[in-house]
């Protein structure tokens, strides 16, 4: 059998959610550690609380040097997503371009596509894990309290390929 063959092979065996993983040993790309898996639970009910929490890691991360893709579920969320970071935290704005096949002039990046980093900080606001997000340093899960069985349903998910998790129990985060 080829190696063309092998790999094809391979990959159509693979879930489509694991295929980057698959391609990336098959052709060695690696990065020099696994993406880490952070869970920010949130005493809040209401899922607005996540997106502003995301404002602030946001805000976190590019102070300290990180760039950042704020994973999304269309266009609409985007849209909205991208208003608040005009005024919150309030009084700041946080510097993001909406994405585009060439837009990564900012440390932010808004989108629901699959994005052009691969680095750096992923946050997830979609429903869904992003099927890239092995691409990146971290992935950042923030789950309001309406939300807990969707966030031990992508606990478990991360657990059982072997990423490293983290757990932050946030109450009374915001000013």
């Known amino acids: 059998m080829s190696q063309e063959a ?11 959610e694991d295929r980057f993983h698959y391609c990336s040993s098959i052709f060695k790309i690696s990065k020099a550690e696994v993406t880490r898996a952070d869970f920010y639970i949130l005493e809040d009910e209401n899922p607005d609380a996540a ?7 946001c805000l976190k991360a590019i102070n300290s040097g990180s760039r950042v ?9 985007v849209n909205a997503m991208d208003e608040l970071m ?14 585009s096949n060439d837009n990564i002039n900012h440390p932010i990046h ?14 997830n606001l979609a429903k869904d894990i992003p099927f890239f997000f092995g691409r ?15 966030g031990r349903d992508r606990y478990k998910y991360y ?7 983290h757990h932050h129990q946030l109450n009374e985060w915001e000013d």
């Open 6 to 16: 092998h790999f094809t092979q391979g990959l159509e065996k693979a879930p489509v």
């Open 86 to 99: 005009w005024n919150y935290p309030k009084g700041r704005f946080l510097p993001h371009d909406k994405m």
């Open 51 to 57: 997106r502003r929490f995301a404002c602030r890691l």
């Open 69 to 77: 893709h704020l994973h999304l579920d269309d266009e609409k969320s």
């Open 159 to 165: 657990r059982d390929r072997g990423y490293p998790l």
């Open 110 to 123: 808004l989108g629901y596509e699959e994005p052009i980093l691969e680095e750096g900080l992923l946050i």
């Open 136 to 150: 990146f340093d971290r992935i950042a899960e923030i789950i309001v309290q309406s939300q807990v069985l969707i």
